[in-house]
């Protein structure tokens, strides 16, 4: 099973990947991490990417693109895979369509965990850390019994600089802009499953399963 994961930060992707990972036995591939993976190696993919890296710059698509066939290649791929944090955008998706083209190995599904922008800010800007044993909170969904104060340990709670209004609202406005072009592409190849983002953590999981069972 080839999957692409796609959704906006605060979406639950990744709460869904570690559950479809234990389900199906196949490995969740972040581009980040595979990045790093090849720069830590040293392989000549991740040397080319950490010379652009090294510059502050993006790295090319190209690039990318071979470093996630080297890791398709390997053998804990083989039953399928999640791909996470890429394709960003239609030029990406694109050249990964050519790549497993070439592989012989296309694509399943891509789904697409959907939640409302309003929905999103307050997952997001509504986070709360605790200062003393990093426990977190939602004002909104899951706040401490009081104020500012940690449950479990009485510390103080604070709001990170990256889950500030502002930061949150940019993010969403870039993922709207480059991110979301790649759900129409997905609609149009016929491949693209959309599943709500919202009620618990297991109906989402079972509406997703439901997708991708239905298949036989």
């Given amino acids: 099973m080839r999957l692409v994961l796609l959704g906006a930060p605060g979406a639950g992707k990744g709460t869904q990947a570690k559950k479809l990972i234990e389900r199906y036995s196949i490995p969740q591939i972040s581009t980040g991490d595979i990045l790093r993976k090849?720069?830590?190696d040293?392989?000549?993919?991740?040397?080319?990417?950490?010379?652009?890296?090294?510059?502050?710059?993006?790295v090319p698509d190209s690039v990318v693109i071979g470093i996630i066939r080297e890791r398709l290649k390997e053998n804990d791929c083989k039953k399928g895979y999640i791909l996470d944090g890429f394709p960003r955008n239609v030029a990406q998706a694109k050249a990964l369509d050519e790549m497993l083209k070439?592989?012989?190995?296309?694509?399943?599904?891509?789904?697409?965990?959907?939640?409302?922008?309003?929905?999103?800010?307050?997952?997001?800007?509504?986070?709360?850390?605790?200062?003393?044993?990093?426990?977190?909170?939602?004002?909104?969904?899951?706040?401490?019994?009081?104020?500012?104060?940690?449950?479990?340990?009485?510390?103080?709670?604070?709001?990170?600089?990256?889950?500030?209004?502002?930061t949150i609202r940019k993010r969403l406005e870039v993922y709207e802009a480059q991110t979301a072009p790649v759900i129409g592409y997905y609609k149009e190849k016929g491949i693209l499953k959309s599943v709500p983002g919202t009620g618990s953590i297991d109906d989402i999981f079972n509406k997703i399963i439901s997708i991708l069972e239905k298949r036989g």
Avoid: H, W
Wanted: net charge negative.
């Fill in 38 to 40: 090849a720069v830590a």
């Fill in 42 to 58: 040293g392989t000549p993919l991740g040397k080319e990417a950490k010379s652009y890296m090294d510059k502050g710059e993006l």
């Fill in 102 to 166: 070439s592989l012989n190995s296309p694509l399943d599904f891509a789904i697409s965990i959907d939640v409302s922008f309003d929905e999103l800010m307050k997952r997001l800007t509504g986070r709360r850390t605790c200062k003393g044993c990093g426990q977190m909170y939602n004002i909104y969904f899951s706040p401490p019994k009081k104020e500012g104060v940690c449950d479990k340990c009485g510390g103080e709670l604070y709001q990170r600089d990256d889950d500030k209004e502002e």
